[in-house]
């Protein structure tokens, strides 16, 4: 069964954990083009959020929609097939090479990985070290083969939770480049980053959240760090 969506909703959202409510009725609509840049200081319920867009958190209450669906068990693993995540466990095997991690992703995709794993390489900028040991590898090169192992399969929906750690100018330059074109080609790009610098000309939209609330829902204009700070306070 395959599912996919152009547009992705979160309707009235809130995550418990015990006493602590994380996320409060939190309403967001993203769409295919849309590179949604998801802003608030720590604690505030970025990483929550992301986890219930990745169908990896349920909601206390309230519903995310996939194109109009939910993620119910029937229908969960197609719409997952969808999704590519970048979170903060990079989900890569230290003791396999950069190749040998994409060609074991790519497998339980169903991917050609002989067409795909050189073409991933090469974007991660790691064709020359394909065949080492990735725990040899700096953070900033596991975070390029983390990202290139989420975008094997095409997803429609990309989450990314602080995409930009342990990156340098250059390589935080080619991963903001990778996911404009993503959004070009038709994916909704979620980024969750308190890096203010680098949403700047990246995002098409801000949305900001504090206190496990979205306080605001903008399309993304110059001068992101002051709107933010008008909301949040100094960044």
Same mark, same amino acid.
Request: hydrophobic share 45%; no cysteine.
């Given at each position: ?13 809130? %995550? *418990? $954990?015990? %006493? ?24 505030? #319920? ?20 996939? #194109? ?11 719409? %997952? ?19 040998? *991690? ?51 399969? #095409? ?8 995409? $930009?750690? #342990? ?42 959240? %504090? *206190? ?21 306070? *100094?960044?």
């Amino acid at each position: 069964m395959t599912a996919d969506f152009s547009r992705v909703e979160l309707a009235d959202v809130s %995550r *418990n $954990f015990g %006493r602590r409510r994380a996320v409060s009725r939190v309403s967001l609509v993203a769409e295919a083009g849309d590179i949604v840049g998801l802003l608030g200081p720590n604690g505030a #319920g970025k990483s929550t959020l992301i986890g219930m867009l990745a169908t990896l958190v349920t909601p206390t209450s309230g519903v995310v929609l996939y #194109g109009g669906r939910k993620a119910a068990a029937q229908d969960a693993a197609a719409i %997952r097939s969808r999704i590519g995540l970048l979170a903060h466990e990079l989900h890569l095997y230290p003791e396999l090479s950069a190749r040998q *991690n994409l060609e074991f992703f790519g497998r339980l995709y169903g991917l050609d990985v002989v067409s795909v794993v050189p073409a991933a390489l090469e974007a991660a900028g790691l064709t020359d070290r394909a065949d080492d040991a990735v725990q040899t590898f700096s953070r900033g090169m596991r975070q390029r083969l983390a990202l290139e192992r989420s975008l094997l399969h #095409g997803p429609r929906l990309m989450l990314l939770d602080e995409p $930009f750690t #342990g990156l340098d100018d250059s390589a935080a330059q080619i991963v903001g480049d990778r996911l404009k074109r993503r959004a070009a080609d038709g994916a909704i790009v979620v980024v969750a980053t308190h890096d203010l610098d680098l949403a700047e000309g990246l995002v098409t939209r801000v949305a900001v959240v %504090r *206190n496990g609330r979205l306080i605001s829902d903008v399309p993304a204009t110059a001068g992101i760090r002051q709107q933010y700070r008008t909301l949040v306070g *100094n960044a």
